[in-house]
T-cell receptor, first 113, second 117 residues
Framework: AQRVTQPEKLLSVFKGAPVELKCNYS??????LFWYVQYSRQRLQLLLR??SRESIKGFTADLNKGETSFHLKKPFAQEEDSAMYYC???????????????FGQGTILTVHP | DSGVTQTPKHLITATGQRVTLRCSPR?????VYWYQQSLDQGLQFLIQ???????AKGNILERFSAQQFPDLHSELNLSSLELGDSALYFC????????????????FGEGSRLTVL
């Protein structure tokens, strides 16, 4: 069964400090991983996807298959980064689970001034 | 707003009751997904419909059911409600059946907050 684990429910940093939100996954197939973000009073939205290898709002995430991790990083956190962050894994296996996203439990990031 | 819309935004009811949550997908999206968000479980996938047909099933209880109508809106029915059903229920939509055209991109509604007393 596929699983996504975000070990930290809460993460607090000061503005300008580096931040890393941890995500580990277990999946028997070839994983596709994503980060979603929910800012205060806004909808949950896609932040970035590993296949694009992109940097969005200064955030990057590298898929490490050896460690089965997809940590989200930003070198200098900003106050506007405060939000709930979800790591998600897309199932590519067959059957009734195909295509669905499995989310981790989420990490609330607070960036203090 | 042509995004995903969910009604009601808030709902308070008693144990044993039945409620219906409604979702209209983004214009042009054929897939609708339902997720339950609770403090201890995070975002749990419940069920997906594509163009009126059930496509994928997750951790949906037997007391819960869903359907997608010809106009593509979807309803999630929750019956014999228990205190533990209190949660935020999200609907999301995507274009295709397999998140193919925009891999991994789901467009979420604002959620329906259900409180069971």
């Amino acid at each position: 069964a596929q699983r996504v684990t975000q070990p930290e429910k809460l993460l607090s940093v000061f503005k300008g400090a580096p931040v890393e939100l941890k995500c580990n996954y277990s999946y028997s197939g070839s994983p596709e991983l994503f980060w979603y973000v929910q800012y205060s009073r806004q909808r949950l939205q896609l932040l970035l996807r590993h296949i694009s290898r992109e940097s969005i709002k200064g955030f990057t995430a590298d898929l490490n298959k050896g460690e089965t991790s997809f940590h989200l990083k930003k070198p200098f956190a900003q106050e506007e980064d405060s939000a709930m962050y979800y790591c998600a894994l897309k199932s590519s296996a067959g059957g009734t689970s195909y295509g669905k996203l499995t989310f981790g439990q989420g990490t609330i990031l607070t960036v203090h001034p | 707003d042509s995004g995903v819309t969910q009604t009601p935004k808030h709902l308070i009811t008693a144990t044993g009751q039945r409620v219906t949550l409604r979702c209209s997908p983004r214009s042009g999206d054929l897939s609708v997904y339902w997720y339950q968000q609770s403090l201890d479980q995070g975002l749990q996938f419940l069920i997906q419909y594509y163009n009126g047909e059930e496509r994928a099933k997750g951790n949906i209880l037997e007391r819960f059911s869903a359907q997608q109508f010809p106009d593509l809106h979807s309803e999630l029915n929750l019956s014999s409600l228990e205190l533990g059903d209190s949660a935020l229920y999200f609907c999301a939509s995507s274009v295709g059946p397999e998140l193919g055209s925009a891999p991994g991109e789901l467009f979420f509604g604002e959620g329906s907050r259900l409180t069971v007393l």
